[in-house]
T-cell receptor, first 110, second 109 residues
Framework: DVKVTQSSRYLVKRTGEKVFLECVQDMDHENMFWYRQDPGLGLRLIYF???????EKGDIPEGYSVSREKKERFSLILESASTNQTSMYLC?????????FGSGTQLSVL | RKEVEQDPGPFNVPEGATVAFNCTYSNSASQSFFWYRQDCRKEPKLLMS???SGNEDGRFTAQLNRASQYISLLIRDSKLSDSATYLC??????????FGSGTKLNVKP
């Protein structure tokens, strides 16, 4: 089975802090994604990466950056956390038309 | 206009009932279609892909209507364990996925 692991299940940060969300997949997938999920809005794509050091903006990239130095790891960075970034963050990898999600990180920014 | 529209529900049905959800999409160039299931406080997981000719997996049947731009999911003989949120997903332009906000299903004993 594909395993996508997100480093933290719950995270509480203060406004202005720099936040790192880590995601690791063990199936050598090229494509990886970061989404956020908010009630009533569904999943929205923040960034995706189709190879090491390759990245593309999704629909809501503002306030975020990403890093993909190794194929298995895709990191989401909040440069200066704000309260409107309080959300559930889901990482996914993709192969054979399937998206495999991590268990999510519920981030609260106070 | 949202790319994907789904009735949020909740749909409250008794065990054994048949229930159906629809999901409309606005981008006619959408290429692939899926239903995902998401349990409370868990990640989404693929339930089934949706093919042009329609497809069935046990008690679940998925249909695609390209002319009217919607997909549907039919669940027969509902079980308590079917209680979850069902997300429709469209793939457009390789690797660009649009998610509906989900339809919540509660199956009652």
């Amino acid at each position: 089975d594909v395993k996508v692991t997100q480093s933290s299940r719950y995270l509480v940060k203060r406004t202005g802090e720099k936040v790192f969300l880590e995601c690791v997949q063990d199936m050598d997938h090229e494509n990886m994604f970061w989404y956020r999920q908010d009630p009533g809005l569904g999943l929205r794509l923040i960034y995706f990466s189709y190879d090491v050091k390759m990245k593309e903006k999704g629909d809501i990239p503002e306030g975020y950056s990403v890093s993909r130095e190794k194929k298995e790891r895709f990191s989401l960075i909040l440069e200066s956390a704000s309260t409107n970034q309080t959300s559930m963050y889901l990482c996914a990898s993709h192969a054979d038309e399937k998206l495999f999600f991590g268990s999510g990180t519920q981030l609260s920014v106070l | 206009r949202k790319e994907v529209e789904q009735d949020p529900g909740p749909f409250n049905v008794p065990e054994g009932a048949t229930v159906a959800f629809n999901c409309t999409y606005s981008n006619s160039a959408s290429q692939s279609f899926f239903w995902y299931r998401q349990d409370c406080r868990k990640e989404p997981k693929l339930l089934m892909s949706v093919y042009s000719s329609g497809n069935e997996d046990g008690r679940f049947t998925a249909q695609l209507n390209r002319a009217s731009q919607y997909i549907s999911l039919l669940i027969r003989d509902s079980k308590l364990s079917d209680s979850a949120t069902y997300l429709c997903v469209f793939e457009y332009n390789f690797n660009k996925f649009y998610f509906g906000s989900g339809t919540k299903l509660n199956v009652k004993p």
